[in-house]
């Protein structure tokens, strides 16, 4: 390991730009060196960078060198650690790296050295965000959450109709809600789609090749068709729909790969020990494909979100997809951003959500 | 004492592109009620086949086989239990062992009291609520015999149970078996390629030739029981199977000249 640190060490002298880059110390040097020399050569090398003026050309360069010099500090730091401490070392590790990283972005947005117009500084993004979710857009009649704080004197003044008026204001409903119903309007079909598949082969045959097809289109594709086909093209139709197809054809694939995937001889114990038709579907057939129907489930609940960013970017007047366009347009990049992070959470919401029912339904896989 | 299971002119053929390919032919067996009956061949032999035409998972092709039905029509004619640990890793011990019960439609209670049962007399009343991916090989295997005794068939088909344990497993599992056959005295088919195993558990060893399979042999095993680890050890044991390899020998060349 003392070896890797002092590597570290001698590439920072190789990249950096002349002679102040520290000089690897000896291998017996006293303790505090390899921890210091590492630290003092992360600092010289950036701080050398800037005075040169070596970022607009070799910016990459400069951060590769931090990040193998940050890597190199960070393992000298944990060998002084007594083993026990590692492993908590590890996790603080896993939460300053990125907290470092924003700090970065903050010290070089406000300095300029990033251009805070595309890269405004975090904490700015962060004041986007709060001021998205507290206040209410009188132009797009609209607001982030809802305003779920308005919920009780809206229902005192005008009942259940009012509070159904927040939500239809809400950005994060309007997405939540059309990613969730169009996730379980084409996985539920999905599944049953795909089990026939996987247990019938006349079924598959007829159908394989055309569900392949199909799966490779980017769904959002069809968008246009769907609002030719739905009476109402900006309604909720069309976009509820084309994140139902892009799911179900997702889930169908893998519930037939997962049907197929279960061990013959356990489906010849089913059969062996009685088990009917529902019984074989509901005892082996199902938890049998559990598994690789979850991680079709994993997999179609990305790309409903990444589909229905994509349909709000073009055809609506709420949703997160339309406040990251909207904000694009009025070239308020802090309010993107601020969106984006919208998504991100969603995302990590809808994916925890999903996970939490994979716990429930296969509790032997824990 | 009245057969129980009845195979005449036995014969599978599997179709093919070149024609049909014979897996067994011509292939008579009688076992007798609470009979076990070991049945051996080289590999390849259609010894496998046999018992899954029996167990009603594959169909002949030809002559019959069949397991005489007994006096009570409810209770299920035969249960396999399959050489891969065939338990479904989805349920817990406990209800794998219930799982042929709760297909018949028994209450919760009553299966799981019969099934608890059969966990105590296999050693695992202690794992009832654990899943087969928290128990080893050995005790996932005791869980399919479990399953197959719980549901009281009027015959035990068993397809090298034991063929996937290593050697000690293995011979604690043998000697499990002895113990829990002196208790019930089913009626037994057992597949297995070990001629210790065939020798050590059945009444008799009956011999299948190599590819297609039909009879070659028959053996009475005339060892008393109780039997143990130790009946190995003795003469009338080194006999026994000395005779049924002297028997089996030119099947296994054969079988590993087909095979080149």
């Known amino acids: 390991m003392r070896g890797r640190g002092a590597g570290a060490e001698g590439r920072s002298a190789g990249a950096g730009p002349g002679s102040a880059a520290p000089q690897p110390g000896p291998a017996g040097a006293a303790a505090g060196a390899g921890l210091l020399l590492p630290l003092g050569g992360l600092v010289a090398a950036t701080a050398l960078a800037s005075v040169l003026h070596l970022w607009h050309g070799l910016w990459w360069l400069v951060l590769l060198v931090d990040f193998v010099l940050f890597v190199g500090v960070a393992e000298a730091f944990e060998r002084r650690l007594p083993y026990a401490g590692r492993k908590t070392y590890q996790k603080v590790l896993a939460w300053l790296f990125p907290l470092l990283i924003l700090g970065a972005w903050e010290a070089l947005s406000r300095t300029g050295v990033l251009d805070p117009r595309w890269f405004p500084p975090p904490t700015r993004i962060a004041g986007a965000l709060w001021d998205l979710t507290v206040s209410y857009d009188r132009f797009n009649q609209s607001s982030l959450l809802g305003r779920p704080w308005l919920i009780p004197t809206r229902l005192v003044h005008q009942g259940w109709p009012g509070v159904a008026a927040l939500f239809a204001e809400s950005h994060v409903f309007a997405t939540l809600a059309r990613v969730m119903v169009g996730f379980v309007l084409g996985s539920l079909p999905g599944i049953l789609v795909g089990i026939v598949m996987g247990l019938n082969r006349t079924v598959r045959s007829m159908l394989d090749a055309t569900m392949s097809a199909i799966y490779v289109l980017p769904k959002i594709a069809i968008f246009p068709i769907l609002m030719l086909v739905f009476p109402d093209p900006f309604g909720e139709g069309p976009k509820i729909t084309v994140v139902a197809i892009s799911a179900f054809f997702l889930v169908a694939i893998s519930t037939m790969a997962g049907v197929q995937g279960i061990e013959p001889v356990l489906l010849q114990a089913g059969r062996n020990f009685g088990a009917n038709r529902w019984q074989m579907f509901r005892h082996v057939i199902l938890p049998g494909a559990m598994p690789i129907i979850f991680s079709g489930l994993r997999l179609a609940l990305g790309t409903a979100l990444i589909v229905i960013v994509a349909v709000e970017f073009v055809r609506a007047q709420r949703g997160v997809g339309y406040l990251i366009f909207y904000n694009w347009q009025v070239l308020s990049t802090a309010k993107m951003y601020a969106a984006l992070i919208v998504v991100m959470t969603l995302g990590v919401l809808l994916t925890t959500l999903l996970q939490w029912l994979e716990r429930l339904a296969m509790p032997w896989r824990r | ?260």
């Open chain 2, 1 to 260: 004492m009245a057969a129980k299971i009845l195979a005449r002119d036995a014969g599978k053929a599997y179709p093919s592109a070149t024609g049909s390919v014979p897996a067994v032919e011509h292939f008579d067996l009688e076992v007798a009620d609470g009979e076990f009956v070991c049945l051996v061949g080289p590999s390849g032999c259609g010894k496998s086949t046999f018992l899954r035409i029996l167990a009603g998972l594959d169909t002949l092709t030809s002559g019959e086989a069949r397991i005489l039905p007994g006096a009570d029509p409810a209770r299920p004619l035969n249960n396999v239990v399959f050489q891969e640990y065939a338990i479904f890793p989805w349920k817990t011990v406990r209800d794998n062992v219930a799982f042929g019960l709760q297909m018949r439609g028994l209450g919760r209670e009553e299966r799981y009291a019969v099934a608890d049962a059969w966990l105590g007399k296999v050693g695992l009343k202690r794992f009832a609520g654990y899943y087969p991916a928290e128990i080893s090989g050995g005790m996932k295997q005791r869980v399919s015999i479990a399953r197959a005794l719980a549901n009281d068939p009027e015959v035990l088909l068993m397809d090298e149970p034991l063929g996937a344990l290593d050697a000690q497993t293995r011979a604690v599992l043998q000697e499990e078996l002895l113990r829990l056959w002196e208790d019930t005295r089913k009626t037994v088919l057992y597949v297995t390629h070990s001629i210790d195993e065939a020798v050590l558990l059945g009444d008799r060893v009956v011999l299948m030739t190599a590819h297609p399979g039909t009879n070659k042999a028959d053996f009475v095993v005339d060892l008393p029981r109780p039997r143990t680890m130790k009946t190995t050890a003795t003469p009338r044991f080194g006999e026994l199977t000395g005779a049924v390899w002297e028997a089996l020998e030119s099947e296994v060349k054969a079988a590993m000249e087909a095979q080149r």
